[in-house]
């Protein structure tokens, strides 16, 4: 039995890697401008502040369908 238990442990490590292989395929990682890092960090501070709007409030000010 903890041979089978092994086994299929060595089973599931390979196909996490495989999966983490297809994640990298098909989501390429990318290194965002200095830009976009200071858009974050400002977005970020912005929340922080509670200065944001909610999604539901923003589509309904775009006219904007939101399904929740």
């Keep these: ?3 089978e ?3 299929l442990h060595k089973e599931v490590k390979m196909m996490r890697k495989d999966l983490e292989d297809i994640k ?3 989501v390429p990682e990318v290194k965002p ?3 976009e890092v200071k858009a974050i960090e400002q977005g970020r501070k912005d ?3 509670g200065d944001y709007v ?3 409030e923003y589509a ?3 006219g904007k369908r939101f399904v929740s």
């Design 1 to 3: 039995m903890t041979r």
């Design 5 to 7: 238990i092994e086994q």
């Design 24 to 26: 990298v395929m098909l």
């Design 33 to 35: 401008t200095k830009e």
């Design 47 to 49: 929340h922080a502040r």
């Design 54 to 56: 909610e999604w539901k």
């Design 60 to 62: 309904k000010r775009k």
